[in-house]
């Protein structure tokens, strides 16, 4: 596995957010993680990427413990895409992607020609080459998470984390955003993404994981885990999930009956 | 071929051009004054200075250049060259193009210890040494401060420390003002807390020339690092950089840097927050360019008001007067003009 979580109990400083979580992705996977606000999935990820301190349990990277990990080794296997990014300052979209390149680059060193080719390839693998040169403060929304995505692509690394990665987009973009994640985990990336919509799973999860209050409740198959029962206690509306034919796969919507209250 | 921004094309042509703007102010500097000087005499002075021989410039003029501009124009290069360059890593560090190099209390600590030497009737040097003590101190208790608590915005709470250590050393102060004689110590706290190189000499400049320049390595060691600082914390740290031990070395070499140049001029306020806008607009935001292009900028600023200060009229205008009365003005030009992002 290249990621393994065992028994995993989460939090900031003495707070407790979650426990008990046992999950793994593998190269080539994409693991969704479902929940309603608040559950703990960004506590959760936080605590995936080492940024967060575990209060409990196991986190292994391709078999090694993580516990002695410094920053740069976790960026080195694990790139993170986070909701909004806080550049204050007018960098160009290219020097933002370039930024992936820093757990590679010496403390004291700057970029080689090497990385730029990197962040260049990076640039043309998400389609915003034509950005390169704008500053990220002036792109759109969707520019934005292109190109945090791109970045995380300049990282190399072998696993990409993407807290709700398609929230605040529009619907082209969300579609845009889901393809590229299915396509990194047919380059073989393992990939491990938050979302509100269900049916996102199905258009490109291989796994998915249901959260609710600090702790997983269900981890399988889309198909076995996204029924309607589960995501009625999972969210407290009711659920419809049918087979879409024009789509190939399952949709779901809410069905805007009153339901019990959680 | 790669598509690069226009300011990173345009980046080395820009530092020089800035060098040479600074390069003839410091002429202009050096010309200026009640004696005339020729060019000739200042290269005759330096190249007798250099070589050990006879200038055969007029003994007068001579002290005029080499006792008296060289190093006030000396240590006008290196007050403004600190100074904005503080300020730019602090606009970085702290995510804020709002920041100035007194937001953890540098220039208030130093404040402190310059006032409490005056009042205590210390020498010069004393004086100096407490300024340079004091701001480094009260940098120091902030930080600390900022260590003890966690679980929040490790920024936020820097600020909010320096906001509050700043106001107390601040009361202290206005404190000892009200305590000290009004002929003879107010007035010095008075001119002290406006700043000047009105009393500057060579073994001021010889004097802090070392700090600055070891608070230079980190900084430029740390250029392209500094462009990852400028991330939300949590960003920065997933990008794999360790934003706890940048943080403390850029604010230890930033302090430094301030406290050293205000320990010799006196508090001068506005170089530090107004300086590295100019240069984001010149070089972009980038750390490698801003970083030099900040430092000549705000040499040559430094220069410049510090010239006027002593030719405008008849006695010396307080520097802080004419930085704010020249750089609010011009702050308020960029606020009016500048379309977003803080260019």
Redesign the interface.
């Known amino acids: 596995m290249m990621l393994q979580a065992t028994d995993l109990a989460f939090g900031y400083g003495r707070v407790k957010v979650g426990q008990g979580v046992t999950l793994s992705v593998d190269r080539g996977e994409v693991l969704c993680l479902l929940g309603p606000n608040g559950c703990g999935k960004t506590t959760l990820f936080k605590t995936l990427l080492g940024l967060l301190p575990r209060q409990g349990g196991s986190l292994e990277l391709n078999g090694k413990d993580t516990s002695t990990f410094s920053r740069a080794q976790f960026a080195r296997h694990i790139a993170y895409v986070p909701q909004a990014t806080g550049t204050y300052f007018p960098f160009s979209v290219f020097d933002v992607v370039l930024m992936g390149r820093a757990s590679r680059i010496d403390t004291f060193a700057s970029p080689t020609m090497a990385d730029r080719a990197i962040t260049q390839e990076a640039l043309a693998a998400l389609g915003i080459g034509h950005l390169a040169a704008r500053p990220f403060t002036d792109i759109s929304g969707g520019e934005k998470q292109m190109t945090l995505i791109a970045r995380a692509l300049a990282q190399e690394p072998e696993l990409i984390v993407m807290d709700e990665p398609t929230a605040s987009l529009d619907f082209g973009n969300q579609a845009r955003v889901l393809s590229r994640i299915s396509s990194f985990a047919g380059s073989g990336m393992a990939v491990v993404i938050s979302t509100h919509d269900p049916s996102h799973a199905f258009a490109c999860a291989s796994r998915v994981a249901l959260m609710r209050a600090g702790t997983l409740v269900a981890i399988g198959k889309p198909a076995d885990v996204l029924t309607p029962q589960s995501l009625q206690a999972l969210y407290g509306v009711g659920v419809a999930v049918a087979y879409l034919e024009q789509a190939g796969r399952h949709v779901c919507t809410p069905t805007l009956t009153e339901r019990t209250a959680r | 071929m ?7 094309r345009a980046g080395p042509i820009a530092i020089g051009a800035l060098a040479v703007l600074l390069v003839a102010i410091i002429l202009v500097a050096i010309l200026t004054g009640k004696y005339p000087v020729t060019p000739g005499d200042i290269l005759a002075v330096v190249m007798a200075k250099l070589s050990g021989g006879d200038s055969g410039v007029a003994p007068t003029i001579e002290t005029v250049i080499w006792n008296v501009r060289l190093p006030r124009v000396g240590a006008g290069i290196l007050v403004g060259a600190s100074l904005a360059a503080a300020g730019a890593a602090y606009q ?1 560090l702290f ?3 709002l920041v100035s190099p007194d937001i953890l209390g540098v220039s208030a600590g130093a404040s402190f210890g310059a006032v409490v030497g005056i009042f205590l009737s210390l020498s010069v040097l004393a004086i100096q040494g407490l300024a340079f003590a004091g701001g480094l101190a009260a940098v120091a208790l902030v930080y600390a401060i900022g260590s003890i608590v ?2 929040r915005d490790p920024i936020l709470v820097l600020v909010l420390a320096g906001v509050a250590i700043g106001a107390l050393l601040g009361a202290c102060v206005s404190l000892l003002k009200v305590l000290a004689d009004p002929y003879n110590q107010l007035p010095a706290i008075t001119f002290w807390l406006l700043g000047s190189l009105a009393s500057i000499n060579r073994a001021d400049l010889v004097s802090i020339l070392p700090a600055v320049l070891v608070a230079l390595v980190p900084m430029a ?5 500094m ?2 600082m ?3 914390d ?2 920065a ?6 934003t706890r031990w ?1 943080r403390v070395v850029i604010v230890a070499a930033a302090t430094l840097m301030t406290a050293a140049a205000v320990s010799i001029s006196g508090i001068i306020g506005w170089i530090g927050l107004l300086v590295p806008h100019v240069a ?1 607009m010149f070089v ?3 750390f ?1 360019r801003l970083l030099p292009a900040s430092m000549l900028i705000g040499a040559a600023y430094m220069v410049g008001v510090d010239t006027l200060a002593r030719s405008i009229a008849a006695i010396e205008v307080p520097l802080g007067i004419l930085t704010a009365a020249i750089g609010a003005p011009f702050f308020l030009y960029l606020l009016l003009t500048t379309r ?4």
Not at chain 2, 2 to 8: L, M, R, V
Not at chain 2, 221 to 225: F, K, Y
């Open positions: 790669q598509q690069q921004p226009k300011a990173q970085g995510r804020n193009p966690r679980e060691l740390l250029r392209w690092r462009n990852l400028t991330l939300d949590e960003e740290r997933a990008l794999g950089v360790e940048i984001r972009g935001p980038d490698s977003r992002g803080w260019q």
